[in-house]
Structure formats: C-alpha cells, structure tokens
C-alpha cells in the first residue's frame, strides 16, 4: 500500500478502478489516487468549489468533508487548490 505522499494511477482496467465509475458516461481512463485506495470501493462524495476560496469558504469545505468523512463517507478531490483541498 502507498503511502499517504506517494501518488498511485490507476487504469480503467484495473481492479482497483471503481466499478460504479465506469458506468458513467466518459468514465475517466485513468485515476491519481494519494492515501489509502481501499476507499475506492466504499460509498463516495466530491467536493469542489471555487479556487480562490474565502476563510468561510475554507471553513465550509473542510468541516462538509469532516463530518462526511464521520458518517463513513469517502471524501473525493480532483486535488486542485481551493475548496477541494480543504474538504
């Protein structure tokens, strides 16, 4: 397993992938995982907002992704900076 710095790809072929992913339309070839991938597998959300977020906006993202998080959620980012980063 990865550590929580070291960036996994994982394809669309991949056991890995998410099957409900594929299912989408224009499902994504190919996923930059960090942390734990076995997360991959349970129920997940997105979280995405502005770039340029405000101090509420920050407070905002980050205790939706917490509390999500508690309730056994899997938190998902695109990993840009911003909203995402802080949920």
């Known amino acids: 397993m990865p550590n929580e ?19 989408i339309q224009g499902p994504p070839a190919m ?6 991938i076995s997360v991959l597998s349970r129920p997940a959300v997105a979280v995405v907002g502005a770039r340029k977020v405000t101090e509420y906006g920050k407070w905002a993202a980050f205790n ?10 899997t938190v998902v980012s695109g990993m840009a900076w911003g909203a995402d980063s802080w949920a």
């Open 5 to 23: 710095h070291e960036t996994v790809c994982i394809g669309i072929d991949d056991l890995r992938y998410p099957p409900i992913l594929r299912l």
């Open 31 to 36: 996923l930059r995982c960090r942390g734990d």
């Open 64 to 73: 939706l992704g917490k509390t999500l998080a508690e309730y056994g959620l």
